[in-house]
C-alpha cells in the first residue's frame, strides 16, 4: 500500500489549483440516470471515489466517457449517457466500499419507478443511517421495504405521486436523493428543512438545467414540481471548498502564503472567519483567495454545524492546524458522532488533546514531532498531512488510499508550493 512521506519544516508558498469538489460530483453523476440524453459534466476531480461512482452508473447501463484529459490537465470532462436503465440494483459489495452510492436510489426510482439499493452500514465516523432519505421518498409517495440488508423503493403504478416532507435534523445526501426523485414526480414535492451546502445548489442548479423546475433554491425550503422528463445537458462542478479549506489550514501552520486558485470565496464564510480569528490573513483580489500566515496562531472555540456554519468536514484539519496555536482551543463535533478518529496519531505526533463527549480541548505545543501514522478516514488523513508538514522529521502517513478518495494529487499539489512531499509504495 502507498504511503506519504513529509519532511516538516518548510513554509508553504505559491499557488494551488482547486479540483472540482468530490461532494458535488458525487451528487451530480447519478443526474445522468434522469434522463435518456448525454449529461456532460465539467472540471470533474480526478478522484478515487468519481472513478468507484463512474463504475456503478457502469453496472446500472450508464455509458460513460472519459474526454481528452492529459495526465497534467485538472478537471476531467465526463459523458454520461443512460439511454437505457439495465439493472436498478446497487449491490452490497460496491456500497460498502463507498457510502454516496446510496445517491443512485433516489434517480433510480424516479426515471424506473423502483430501486433496490444495499443499506451502507456504518464507516469509521458514524453510524450513517439513510432513515431520513427514506422518510423523504416514502413522504413523495413511496413504498419501502427493507429486507436482507437491502432497502427496496416502488413508486405506486411507476411513478411518485409527490408530497411533502420536513427532515427533523438537516441531511446533504436525504436532501440529494429526495430532490432527484422528486425532480420527475407527478405532482410537487416540498422538502422542508433542506440542506443549504454549496454542493446542494450545485445539484438544484444542474437539475433545472436538465429541465427540472426548483424554487427556493439555496434556501431551507425547496418546491420542486415534477416534470414529466428531463433533457440532458452539460454542466461545470464547483470547486470544492474543503479541499480549498484544508490548504489554507496547511499555509497556516506553516506560517506561509497560499494562492487557492479557482476556490469560490463567497462558500467558504465559515472557514476564513475561523481562520482570520486565528490571527491568519485572507484576502480575495482579482479572483484570487490568499491564505497568509506571518504571525502565531491564536486559539479557537468552533463547534461544527450545517452550512452556512463551520463544516464538520472542516474538523480534522483546524484540530491539526491549531495543535501549533499559542494557547487552549474548544472544537466541538456536532454533525458526526465518532469523528476524532485523528486524534491519537496527532497526540503520536505530540499534540496534546483531550476528548470529551463531542468535544475535544485542543492545548497548543511549541513543537510537533513526525512519527508514522496511520489514516483512517478521508479528513482524518488530511489533518495528519497538515501536522507532518509542520513536524520536525519525517512523518509516514500510511493508509493513503483515504486521501486518494477525496484529494485530487495531493502530494504534486503541496511539493509545487515547497513541501518536502513523496509517496512511495511501502510494499
Ligand atoms: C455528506 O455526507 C458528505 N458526503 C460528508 O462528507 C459530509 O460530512 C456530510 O454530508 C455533512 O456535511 C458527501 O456529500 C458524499 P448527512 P452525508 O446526511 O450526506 C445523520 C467527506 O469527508 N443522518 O448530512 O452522509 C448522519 O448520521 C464526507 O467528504 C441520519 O441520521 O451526511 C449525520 O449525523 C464525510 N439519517 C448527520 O445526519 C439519515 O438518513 C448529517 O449527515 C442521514 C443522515
Known sequence: MDRILIRGGNKLSGRIHISGAKNAALTLMPCALLTDEPLTLRNLPRLADVDSFGHLLNQLGVSTQIEGARPEDFGRVMTMRAARVTSTMAPYDIVRKMRASILVLGPLLARMGEATVSLPGGCAIGTRPIDLHLKALEAFGAEIEITHGYVKVKAPNGRLPGGRVRFPVVSVGATENALMAAA???????IENAAREPEIVDLCRCLVAMGARIDGIGTETLTIEGRDRLHGATYAVMPDRI???SYACAAAITGGSVD???????????????????????THEHGVVRVSATGPLAPLT?????????????????????CKAEGASMLTETIFENRYMHVPELARMGADITVTGRSALVRGVPVLTGAPVMATDLRASMSLIIAGLAAEGETQVQRVYHLDRGYERLEEKLAAVGADIERDSDG
Open 184 to 190: 420527475l414526480a407527478k405532482g410537487t414535492c416540498v
Open 243 to 245: 479541499e480549498a479549506g
Open 260 to 282: 487557492l486558485v479557482g476556490a469560490d470565496y463567497d462558500e467558504m464564510g465559515a472557514t476564513f472567519d475561523a481562520l482570520r480569528e486565528a490571527g491568519v490573513t485572507v
Open 302 to 322: 468552533l463547534s461544527t454545524a450545517p452550512y452556512p456554519g463551520f463544516a464538520t468536514d472542516m474538523q480534522a484539519q483546524f484540530m491539526a492546524m491549531l
